[in-house]
């Protein structure tokens, strides 16, 4: 499964990995730009960007961009996150030039005066249909709390009063300072041909204006709030209660033990919170995991409950993060979350959208190709003394914790 790399003169970067057993390609446009990049009256503005990009370019009108990933039988989609922002499809290997043409040209967005006011009614309902989503809500606010004044507690949405102050002048701005070529990854993944690939990036993006990748400020670890905190939330049936504390940032190699650790306390099947938690009925749904991004990381988990049950189930969770703080994890423990981490791996690596994900998130963070071998090694190579060893620099016994729901108190 060969790995290449091509860097254009304006900076933009294309990778791929062929996959000769493949019978379709993914591509991706990943521009290393999020709500963490946003600053004060920006907030939102990245996602609501990503939208505008679906609204025409000078070449297609909103509705020539959908019929023509249509009539190529595209999976297309787009997402933002704190970091990235990332458009892509998935098509038979015929329609891969005519995949990389609608999106560099989409890449390329007329950002028009009228359709930015209308679009802003859509994110404006989406804010308000979020809101109207307790675990989003809920999980939205925890963040916040914990991050406090850092960009990571930007909110992907932003506000209804930051979207409704934006201006279309506003987000040119940011387009022009975060989509400079020099900020961009083309990524591909499946049946495709590298030169030929090469060629059809270079042809649709060479003549973008150059751009060095634009500063990301702040890349130092976050002050956590600590603490509990309450959200109290009328109307809302179920308490949704949220425990964070720091973990490994993207970089850390540390992170592969963090993974399996947070595997083995709340994954969704024969985790801890699942035979403590969700298995006994006391709780709707939880979990526990690990979030990564640059100079930071964060080690958490969620439930929720019924709220006469709320008290009690946080104790479960206390004891259960102070259990595995004191005593680590069993052999048993180990082996069975590397085999589900190990199964995951290798299905997802079956797909080209699979592959084309991991490899750009591998080259944008940290500047390297990892075939699923390597993953699986590092994996693998996970003990008892390297868990030891995170529970040492990350302890999680004494997480933030942070209720949302009806209860005034927890």
Known sequence: MPF?????????????????????????????????????????????????????????????????????????????????????TAVLPEYLPT????????????????????????ILEEIGMYADMPPFDASDKARKIYFANHPLGNSILGSVESITALTRDQMQTYFDRRYAAGNLVVAAAGAFDWANFVELVTAKCGPWTAGGQPPRTQLTPAKPTSGSHVIVKEGVSQEHVMVMAPGPAVEDPIRYSADVLSTIIGDD??????????????????????????ANG???????SDPDNAKENLATVHKILRDVQKNGVTAEELAVAKSKIASRLVRRSERPMGRMGAIASAWINNREFDDIDTELNRYEAVTPASIRDLLTRFPIDAPTVVAYGPLSSI
């Open 269 to 294: 099947t024969g985790s801890r919170f699942y035979w403590e938690l969700t298995h006994p009925g006391t709780v709707e749904a939880s979990g526990y995991g690990i979030d990564t991004n640059q």
């Open 99 to 122: 995949s990389v043409d609608i999106l560099a040209d989409i890449l390329r967005p007329s950002l028009r005066q009228e359709d930015f006011d209308t679009e802003k009614q859509v």
């Open 4 to 88: 290449h790399t091509h860097r254009l003169p304006n900076g933009l970067e294309i990778i791929g990995e062929t996959l000769p057993t493949s019978r379709s390609v993914g591509v991706g446009f990943y521009v290393r730009t999020g709500s963490r990049d946003e600053v004060g009256p920006e907030s939102g503005v990245s996602h609501f960007l990503e939208h505008m990009l679906f609204k025409g370019t000078p070449n297609r009108s909103a509705l020539d961009v959908n019929l023509h990933f249509d009539r190529i039988g595209a999976k297309s989609n787009a997402y933002t996150e704190y970091e990235t922002t990332v458009y892509y």
């Open 298 to 304: 964060t080690l958490g988990g969620y439930f929720s």
